[in-house]
């Protein structure tokens, strides 16, 4: 796989996605969320004939959007691999996008956010926690981007309750160690108005369904 | 909407401007405003039902409406539907006190596992609205929780309603135990929830999906009538 431009950005990844293929042998279409732990994955463990197409993260606030868009890039891109591997987990679509990928010959990680399988899904089930709320590096990055402004909390502070009042607790499922996001993950359980657990996954679930297809 | 809002003494405007005010308020979720503007129609004598249905669900109607075209979204919804909540403290008993018409009866809650019920609650909410009674069995419900409602409430209809992917196929529980027990065509059964579509709810015999909280009420009127058509033919 070509190295990522270090220009690319959480917002670029979140509104347009990221395309970085070099003739590999698998096509990677993920969700933008994954794309730098799928790089630093790949990169880690030279998987070059692993190419990434990711579609724009924020899709993950309209999962209706995500069946169609990945159909999509399997149509444009069955010709030119041997084999492609969709990484969304079913992420509020129903079942509908394994459906798609079954129908269409294709695999995809299982689980049903990213959330679950950076933690590792049958530990994540386990812990049947009703009431966390989580939130995973990108997505403590892109916290004001992906909930606080589209939920209108900005702008209206007394939604948040309506929003978050089932809720007791924030989770931070961090794939790297990195102190600035761990204060950040903080600060939003405090602006949440939920208590704050830290839990280091790494890439849990998906270095395991990556390093199958490097087999 | 009401950009001279600070210039606007509700208690200065007739009944016809008042509740076009009304409209433009819940519209822009101004809880005071509305609960201001109950009060004055009550004290001008309109009958609770009446102040109901032509200010509130007049007004939430419009709101539905954008919504579904795509000009409102879920925080303006939330907010529109937070004043309407202020106006409905004050009807609701007087509604009951006044024997107002009431067009059924629903039992609704999220489904076991599933704490998310912003959908529920407007959903709730337009049905009342609508001039249903509604009994709220709130959040996180099993089978049992469902069963004893149904048994004790003796509603017309079941919403069950889940934002989850791993929750929502608990309503298919539901369902197969009422129907285990010969009580699933006493009831109307309908199931909403974001991952939802209308296949998954044919494929575990709910009566209907409903994509929203104005689908909802009108879904619910439907089978209403039919309920009422069925009894009356066996008459």
Redesign the interface.
């Known amino acids: 796989m070509s190295q990522p431009s270090p220009m690319i950005t959480d917002e670029q990844l979140s509104a347009e996605g990221l395309e970085l293929r070099n003739h590999g042998q698998v096509l990677l279409i993920a969700c933008g969320a994954l794309a730098r732990e799928i790089l630093a994955l790949t990169k880690a463990n030279g998987w070059t004939h692993m190419d990434l197409q990711c579609l724009p993260a924020i899709f993950h606030n309209a999962?209706e959007k995500i069946t169609p868009a990945v159909k999509a890039m399997i149509e444009r891109s069955r010709a030119e691999y041997a084999e492609i591997f969709v990484v969304y987990a079913?992420c509020?679509?129903?079942?509908?996008l394994q459906r798609l990928c079954d129908d269409m010959g294709v695999s995809m990680i299982a689980g049903?956010h990213c959330y679950s399988f950076f933690e590792g899904n049958a530990g994540f089930e386990a812990r049947?926690e009703?009431?966390c709320f989580y939130l995973t590096d990108f997505l403590v990055r892109q916290f004001d981007a992906f909930f606080w402004r589209p939920?209108?909390?900005d702008?209206?502070p007394?939604?948040l309750d309506?929003?978050f009042g089932?809720?007791t607790t924030l989770v931070y499922q961090a794939q790297i160690q990195d102190p600035a996001l761990e204060a950040k993950a903080e600060e939003c359980a405090r602006r949440m108005g939920l208590t704050y657990q830290y839990r280091f996954t790494s890439y849990g679930d998906l270095a395991v369904a990556l390093t199958s297809l490097a087999d | 909407m009401s950009d001279q809002e600070d210039d606007i003494i509700l208690s200065e405007l007739n009944d016809e401007d008042l509740v076009a005010q009304m409209f433009d308020d819940l519209y822009d979720g101004l809880k005071e405003e509305i609960v201001e503007a109950v009060n004055l129609l009550l004290g001008r004598d309109w009958a609770p039902y009446r102040v109901l249905t032509e200010a509130l669900v007049g007004g939430m109607t419009i709101v539905g409406n954008d919504f579904r075209d795509g000009i409102l979204f879920v925080p303006e919804v939330l907010l529109a539907a937070n004043a309407m909540k202020g106006g409905m403290a004050i009807l609701k008993p007087l509604l009951i006190a006044t024997g107002a018409p009431r067009v059924g009866k629903m039992v609704i809650g999220t489904v076991k596992g599933d704490i998310h019920d912003i959908g529920k609650n407007l959903v709730g909410m337009m049905m009342e609205g609508a001039g249903f009674e509604v009994v709220d069995l709130g959040i996180n419900n099993s089978v049992d929780s469902y069963l004893d409602a149904i048994e004790r409430e003796g509603p017309d209809i079941l919403g069950m309603s889940a934002l989850l992917t791993t929750t929502m196929p608990y309503m298919k529980v539901v369902i197969d135990t009422l129907i285990e027990k010969g009580m699933r065509e006493d009831y109307t059964v309908l199931v909403g929830g974001a991952p939802l579509n209308e296949e998954f709810g044919k494929a575990i015999g709910a009566d209907a999906y409903c994509r929203d909280a104005a689908v909802a009420v009108e879904t619910a009127k439907e089978f209403m009538a039919r309920k009422h058509n069925r009894m009356a033919a066996n008459a």
């Open positions: 999962p079913d509020g679509t129903g079942g509908q049903p049947e009703l009431t939920m209108g909390l702008r209206h007394k939604l309506m929003y089932n809720y």
